[in-house]
């Protein structure tokens, strides 16, 4: 099944002259009954086949069992970016990021390889700053236009502090975790699976959040 | 099943230097924020020849929110999303930069010169600046109702009704966008009741189609009292105003659809407000501060619609230019104040 058609094809083959070094994407799907996890497979064999610069490697959540328990990988399917160097940064995506996630998938592919963007002065040290593990969750749906925004936000701070894992759920996808967290709008960010931030809230807010735990 | 791409090429991926702002330049029109207010000034500014810029905290604005759009003259029938991009690609082709996530939380002006500075503290400056920030979904203002902010309260109907599959839903509200928001979710959901605390003010196409609708149900005359709960919202204490009597209705969810609030940032206790807190604008959307215009939904003029905001920021910009032809032959009020 094609899921990009030409137009987009094209479009995004020039956002990747931008990708500065190679990154791995590392899919995680299983066999037997995976929601989404077959369109999952051929949305990144297209995306992959996009740009030198882009690898995808596959694995099956209960036989690749060590590589899984690397990337605390718990769900399917489930995406991790490495960078050129095989690291795991902390950039993940639970669920296909398809529909508007898109829009938080290929910035993520941008930066993970290094494609550095603007960023006030103040808030990057706030964030390096950060020396205990935080795990940003942040629940999407498909259908939520400021939903990428949040997910970009949190994926930033990832990469700029290796305490910090960042990840995408897709909140139809992962239904029983979303019911977990009462989760009844998106974005709807949890902190270490405790702390709740609801909307597409500033960086100033998340951070406010962590240096509080 | 079936997955679709709703890619925003400008928005996420722009690393391209030459659309952003500078803080270096003296804008001719800073316009502060990206709805069809914003959009549609900036159009008819650069085609003044203007040097223009957009400052707003999200392209496109409360259009996004919107699920379908079927009264812009020309257009038939089209979504939110895809308006707001046709606006955006418009604009594309006439290379406005537009700052994307800003908001604009100081104002300042300085030899006649308006300054703007973000919270990420860049300032920015301008001869003249517009506001068209429109407005944020108005809250209910019953108790229970920021306990239950998503965990079942909800303010976007396009975001949110995927996580309402096969629950019941309430919706508050009776005007056009409350009876859409329940025909929305009545595609997903088991059951929508919709509770308004007087007469329903939607069109009538929209209320035909909300009666004829099986799976909805209408509580008019009816308020809510108190959005109750334990973990997650469980259901609405509600008066029936015609009788007197409170009782409690159940559901998982309620989406609020009760109009909306103006957003004036920094110009709150600037500007000249009506009682709605809204910008009083002249016929050419003067402010009460010279060289700050303003026009769409944070202003007083009424029925918010999309092809009114629009229409608004078209003559806004024309005001904006006009004012700036004078500044060339008369010393601006600004200057003499100084």
Redesign the interface.
């Not at chain 1, 749906?141 to 925004?149: A, V």
């Not at chain 2, 997955?3 to 090429?9: I, S």
């Given at each position: 099944m094609q899921?990009?058609n030409e137009e987009?094809q094209g479009?995004l083959k020039e956002?990747f002259n931008?990708l500065k070094n190679e990154v791995t994407i590392a899919l995680f799907t299983k066999e037997g009954e995976c929601?989404?996890c077959e369109?999952t497979l051929g949305?990144m064999q297209e995306v992959s086949e996009l740009s030198d610069k882009l690898t995808l490697k596959v694995y099956d959540i209960e036989k690749d069992v060590d590589k899984a328990k690397e990337y605390n990988i718990e769900m399917v399917p489930s995406i991790v970016l490495l960078n050129a160097m095989g690291e795991y940064q902390g950039v993940k995506f639970n669920g296909?990021p398809?529909?508007?996630e898109?829009?938080?998938f290929?910035?993520a592919l941008?930066e993970v390889s290094g494609?550095e963007?603007d960023f006030?002065k103040?808030?990057e040290e706030r964030i390096k700053k950060i020396d205990k593990p935080v795990n940003i969750k942040v629940f999407v749906?498909?259908?939520?236009?400021?939903?990428?925004?949040a997910v970009?936000k949190a994926h930033k701070m990832a990469l700029m502090n290796k305490f910090i894992d960042a990840e995408m759920i897709e909140?139809?996808t992962f239904g029983e975790l979303?019911n977990k967290f009462?989760?009844?709008?998106?974005p709807?960010i949890v902190i270490n699976e405790k702390y709740?931030l609801?909307?597409n809230q500033?960086i100033?807010e998340f951070l406010n959040q962590i240096e509080a735990i | 099943?079936?997955?679709?791409?709703?890619?925003?090429?400008k928005?996420?991926?722009s690393?391209n230097a030459a659309s952003k702002l500078s803080t270096e330049v003296l804008y001719d029109l800073l316009i502060i924020g990206g709805g069809p207010a914003g959009l549609n000034a900036a159009l008819y500014a650069k085609r003044r020849g203007l040097s223009v810029g957009i400052l707003t905290k999200?392209k496109?604005g409360l259009l996004?929110?919107t699920s379908m759009v079927d009264n812009y003259l020309g257009i038939k029938a089209i979504s939110g999303?895809d308006m707001a991009e046709e606006f955006l690609q418009h604009l594309g082709t006439l290379e406005v930069p537009i700052r994307d996530?800003a908001?604009v939380v100081e104002y300042a002006s300085e030899d006649g010169k308006h300054l703007l500075k973000l919270?990420?503290?860049e300032t920015y400056k301008a001869k003249t600046i517009l506001i068209s920030t429109g407005s944020n979904p108005r809250h209910l203002s019953v108790k229970g109702e920021d306990t239950y902010?998503?965990?079942?309260?909800?303010?976007?109907a396009?975001?949110?009704?995927?996580?309402?599959?096969g629950k019941d839903v309430f919706i508050a509200g009776g005007g056009n966008s409350a009876v859409e928001s329940a025909l929305d979710l009545a595609k997903v959901a088991n059951s929508v009741t919709l509770v308004h605390r007087s007469q329903l003010r939607a069109d009538s196409v929209l209320t035909k189609q909300l009666y004829s609708d099986p799976k909805i149900r209408v509580y008019l005359e009816t308020q809510i009292l108190e959005i109750i709960g334990d973990?997650?919202?469980t259901g609405i204490h509600v008066l029936d105003k015609k009788t007197s009597e409170e009782f409690d209705l159940h559901a998982?969810?309620i989406f609020i659809e009760i109009g909306h609030i103006p957003n004036l940032g920094p110009f709150k206790d600037l500007l000249t407000l009506n009682d709605k807190g809204e910008i009083l604008v002249d016929e050419k959307n003067r402010t009460s501060i010279s060289g700050v215009f303003a026009a769409g939904d944070v202003t007083q003029i009424p029925y918010k619609q999309i092809i009114i905001a629009a229409s608004d920021g078209a003559k806004a910009a024309l005001a904006a230019n006009e004012y700036l032809n004078q500044l060339q032959v008369l010393p601006s009020p600004t200057l003499q104040l100084k």
């Open positions: 899921m990009f987009l479009q956002v931008d929601y989404s369109e949305y296909i398809a529909g508007h898109i829009n938080s290929i910035p941008l494609h963007s006030p103040d808030l749906t498909l259908s939520c236009p400021h939903c990428p925004g970009q909140a139809e979303s009462n989760v009844s709008g998106v709807k709740e609801v909307g500033p100033e | 099943m079936s997955f679709n791409f709703q890619v925003d090429l928005k996420g991926f690393f999200r496109g996004l929110d999303e996530e908001e919270s990420s503290k902010a998503g965990r079942g309260v909800a303010y976007c396009i975001c949110d009704a995927p996580l309402f599959k973990e997650a919202m998982h969810g």
